[in-house]
């Protein structure tokens, strides 16, 4: 029986303001986090192609408790399995370190067939981790999938249907597989009441490093601290006329005063 596994992760929302506090930490305020936008794809993906073969499908987080509520919509989505990876001092803003961590989860549930991922981190806004799993396990990357095309798990095989700038393009490759999926694969569900109640009812295994029996690599990066960006003195000017010709020379006048033109 096939096993689709999925990655996903809490983020602020993206209409949130975000910013640095006095202690130097980022911070949204009270506004609530809300799955990944990219990842609802990605999950939805992974319950269609489950379904659609009688397989098992896994959700997984990397990271702090504040991505169980990721987790948690994810089974009311319809994901079957749950749980999330968390290792206190590990950096994860460290794509090695997190790929380390993802990496392990895969190898201890040990029957995984695919991998799909949303196109990336919208808080981070960077992929490269999912290039770092595909490679820590040796599998085939797929990248910027508009569609799968056909999934044979017997044969060990899959055929997907990728967004190139000059068009599309067509590639089979084999199982196992990483793929990242894009925004119009698919029209994600809204949870039901009764996954919402299965949700409410879930308790999420959470492993550690030692768990995985993994020895985490150094991390590569570091971050040293964040910060606002500078104040902006902002004018507003409005430009008046007695017709939208009269405006546009006004306009145009106005920035060739300004030397912007």
């Known amino acids: 029986m096939a096993h689709i596994a999925t990655f996903t992760r809490s983020t602020p929302d993206t209409a949130a303001r975000v910013w640095v506090d006095d202690n130097g930490e980022v911070t949204w305020g009270d506004v609530a986090t809300v799955v990944n936008p990219w990842?609802?794809?990605?999950?939805?993906?992974?319950?269609?192609?489950?379904?659609?073969?009688?397989?098992?499908?896994?959700?997984?987080a990397i990271g702090g408790a504040i991505n169980d509520d990721a987790?948690?919509?994810?089974?009311?989505?319809?994901?079957?399995?749950?749980?999330?990876?968390?290792?206190?001092?590990?950096?994860?803003?460290?794509?090695?370190v997190w790929s380390a961590l993802a990496a392990g989860a895969i190898r201890k549930l040990d029957d995984v067939d695919l991998i799909i991922f949303g196109k990336e981190s919208v808080?981070?806004?960077?992929?490269?981790?999912?290039?770092?799993?595909?490679?820590?396990?040796?599998?085939?990357?797929?990248?910027?999938?508009?569609?799968?095309?056909?999934?044979?798990?017997?044969?060990?095989?899959?055929?997907?249907?990728?967004?190139?700038?000059?068009?599309?393009?067509?590639?089979?490759?084999?199982?196992?597989?990483?793929?990242?999926?894009?925004?119009?694969?698919?029209?994600?569900r809204y949870p039901n009441f009764l996954g919402i109640r299965k949700a409410a009812k879930a308790r999420i295994p959470v492993w550690s490093a030692d768990d995985l029996g993994l020895t985490?690599?150094?991390?590569?990066?570091?971050?040293l601290r964040y910060m606002n960006p500078p104040a902006r003195d902002v004018s507003t000017e409005i430009v008046h006329g007695e017709n939208v010709d009269a405006k546009a020379e006004s306009l145009v006048a106005r920035l060739l005063e300004e030397k912007v033109l």
């Open 39 to 60: 990842d609802e794809y990605s999950l939805e993906e992974t319950i269609v192609q489950a379904k659609s073969c009688g397989g098992d499908s896994t959700v997984i």
């Open 71 to 96: 987790l948690k919509h994810s089974i009311a989505m319809g994901l079957q399995n749950a749980l999330r990876i968390d290792e206190p001092g590990a950096d994860m803003h460290d794509s090695l």
């Open 123 to 188: 808080d981070v806004a960077t992929d490269q981790h999912t290039f770092q799993l595909a490679r820590r396990l040796g599998w085939t990357m797929l990248s910027y999938v508009a569609a799968i095309i056909d999934i044979d798990f017997e044969a060990r095989a899959i055929t997907v249907e990728k967004t190139l700038e000059q068009g599309k393009q067509t590639v089979a490759a084999r199982l196992p597989a990483v793929i990242s999926v894009m925004k119009g694969i698919n029209d994600p």
């Open 216 to 223: 985490l690599p150094r991390p590569a990066t570091a971050v």
